[in-house]
Every structure is written in C-alpha cells, then in structure tokens.
C-alpha cells in the first residue's frame, strides 16, 4: 500500500510540474502583508529611475498596486502568477515595482511630485487592487503615472487573460486597432485549439 500512495504521490508532483501548477509557497508574505515575488523589484521608489533602470535592461515597467488582505491580490499571487508560463514571462519581459495601496513609502512620480503611497495611489484614482499599471519606454517629465501609462488593468484574472495581457503590451497592442479584447478572444480561441 505504501508504494501505491509513493507512486501516486509522485504521479500527482509530476502533474502539477507539467501544468504549471505551483503549491501555495511559491511567494512569501512580506512585512507590509503584500506577497513578495522573486520578479519584484526593491527600489526608491521613483518612477523616472525605474523606468530608465527598465529600460536600460530591454524591459517594460509594471506597477503592480495591492493591499494587505485583497483576496484577489491573494488569487492572483497563488493561482496565476506562480504558473511557469506567466512567471518567467514577467521575469524576462517586465521591471515589476509593488505599491501597497494604503502604505507610507515615499514614491517620486514621473511629474517629480513626491508623496506616500497611499497618497500616490489617490492621485492616480486606483481604487481597486490589484491594478496592473504598464508604461512605454519613455515618459515625460510632466506627466503622471495615471496618465502617462500606456495601459491600466484592474482586477484579478485568470491565466489565460493574464498571459494575453502581458504579450499584447510586449507587443505594443495598444498602439494598433485591435482592443485588448479582440486580441483576448483571438488568442483564446487558439489556445483551446
């Protein structure tokens, strides 16, 4: 019996590695309550460096806003994020800065204007979390964050709408004519193919 449970206990691993499914410690809970992954950045906080540090490293910038106890940060950081196919995505393709909606970390704007998080994040008018937030390669001086994003995304979603995000940024799919969800719908009906 011991061997049946061993095989089946393997077979079960075995599984879960091929379809990318990951156990609940793939990311850890920082001090501040927000989950920490291995593709976020530690930074100052300013948006100008970030995005020159971006940049410089052939990556597109991320915000990604959340909040202690959002059941859909919480969603999105144990069903869609650790997923083999998104993680290493946004590891190869994206410079990824964590605001927590309600916390007191100085954060310098594109505009030079320096505020607390929380206060940041009432500037932007983000009112849900998580909010996904992506930028071009520049920005201007004098612009917001709210405004000089390319794309603002919030809610949690699931993996195939995630993954069709992440790739129609990369591909400047907001500078065309085909809408996010037109492109969605294209790219899932292939992917159920």
């Given amino acids: 019996m011991k061997h049946v449970i061993g095989i089946f206990a393997a077979l079960l691993l075995f599984v879960g590695i091929t379809t990318g499914a990951v156990g609940p410690a793939w990311s850890e809970m920082g001090d501040d309550g927000l989950h920490k992954t291995s593709w976020m950045r530690d930074t100052f906080k300013d948006l100008s460096e970030d995005l020159a540090e971006a940049t410089a490293e052939g990556k597109r910038l991320m915000i990604i806003i959340e909040q202690r106890g959002c059941i859909y940060c919480k969603k999105m950081h144990e069903e869609v994020f650790p997923r083999s196919e998104i993680s290493s995505f946004i590891e190869e393709n994206f410079f990824v800065v964590q ?3 309600f916390g007191d970390v ?6 030079g204007e320096a505020l607390p998080e929380k206060e940041i994040v009432k500037k932007w008018g983000a009112l849900f979390t998580p909010t996904l937030m992506f930028f071009p390669e520049t920005v201007s001086g004098d612009m917001p964050a709210n405004r000089a994003a390319v794309v ?3 809610g949690a ?8 995000l992440l790739n129609w940024v990369m591909e ?6 085909e809408s996010f ?13």
């Fill in 157 to 164: 979603f699931g993996r195939h709408t995630t993954l069709n």
């Fill in 99 to 101: 605001i927590n909606m």
């Fill in 181 to 193: 969800q037109k492109y969605h719908a294209r790219k899932f009906a292939a992917q159920q193919q």
């Fill in 106 to 111: 100085e954060v310098t704007d594109f505009d």
């Fill in 172 to 177: 400047k799919g907001y500078e065309g004519e």
């Fill in 152 to 154: 603002q995304m919030p």
